[in-house]
């Protein structure tokens, strides 16, 4: 089961064993993936796939793994384990993730995302500090 709804008004982290089974690093990158699930249109379990399904949800989920990597500083291994994926997997997600930001449209999207994501988890450990337990 994976972290569909972060908001303040849902069940506190006590209630949810689901939640509470989660490390630091995969509520982070959960949490990650939430963002750019949304901002894609996509629902969260589309970028936790097995298959690499559609072109939009693949680079849906290469710009969670950049993003968990470059704004949290979480480890290619990490980030392979939560993603199931392989390590080199996700280095390739990254470099492509990276090449991409030459296009100016992209890289201000990409700039928004990683802000909204950044202040969002500061914003939810100060209203839910159980989160980072």
């Known amino acids: 089961m994976l972290i569909d709804d ?3 008004s849902a069940a ?3 209630s949810s064993p689901a939640i509470a089974a989660f ?3 995969e509520r982070t ?3 990650v993936a939430f963002c750019v699930a949304r901002d894609f249109g996509l629902v969260i379990t589309d970028l936790y796939e097995p298959t690499r399904g559609s072109p939009r949800v693949a680079f849906a989920r290469q710009v969670a793994m950049y993003l968990a990597h470059t704004s949290f ?3 290619l291994g990490m980030i392979s384990r939560i993603f199931d994926r392989d390590r080199t997997t996700v280095s390739h997600a990254c470099k492509v993730v990276e090449d991409g930001r030459d296009d100016i449209w992209l890289d201000c ?3 928004a995302l990683e802000l909204f994501c950044r202040i969002g988890w500061g914003a939810l450990q100060q209203t839910m ?3 980072l337990q």
Request: charged share 25%.
């Open 12 to 14: 506190s982290l006590e």
């Open 129 to 131: 500090p159980e989160i």
């Open 23 to 25: 490390s630091i690093p």
């Open 29 to 31: 990158c959960h949490w």
């Open 6 to 8: 972060f908001s303040p």
């Open 109 to 111: 999207r990409l700039e």
């Open 73 to 75: 500083e979480l480890s």
